[in-house]
């Protein structure tokens, strides 16, 4: 039937195909999309809310309209710090937090060549369990500000 070298084999063999279903089957999937209001302000956005869609984020999107962005849901509020590891475009961070804009990171700059232990990181300015990056600009222009409502529609 199997010698010990092959049950070894078919062991190990399961082991990482559960490993990959693991990481790729419950943490991996494709991109949801809703829609998040600032006030009367609508964006269409994609959103990140597993560890591995929150690690890449908008990383590699060469183009986003004025109306698109990125929504990152976490569990809980906390202190979320963002950074621009393979970007390539420039954004605005709005940090949201019970219904209401309570800060924001405007016109950040994709990093080139930047190695990761030295890519500036942005901060919450308090906890928050929303996040919305968009084209940078998109603050100014729509003139978001602090207080500012917001709802969702995933």
Known sequence: MFRGFDVWI??????VVFFLIYVYGFGARDVD??????DEHEFNVDIADTALT?????????HLADSEGMLFIFERPGL?????????????????SDGKVV?????VEPEP??????????SSPQPVELVLEVVAGTVDRLEIKNGDS???RL
């Not at 999309?33 to 600032?38: E, H, M, R, T």
């Open 54 to 62: 929150r690690q890449r984020g908008l990383s590699g999107r060469e």
């Open 33 to 38: 999309n809703g829609k998040v209001f600032i």
């Open 80 to 96: 979320h710090r963002f950074w621009m590891k393979d970007m390539l475009i420039p954004i605005d961070i709005i940090w949201i």
């Open 113 to 122: 060549g930047v190695s990761t232990l030295n890519l500036k990181a942005y």
């Open 150 to 152: 917001v709802s969702i």
């Open 103 to 107: 800060g924001f990171e405007k016109n």
């Open 10 to 15: 078919l062991a190990i063999s399961i082991l």
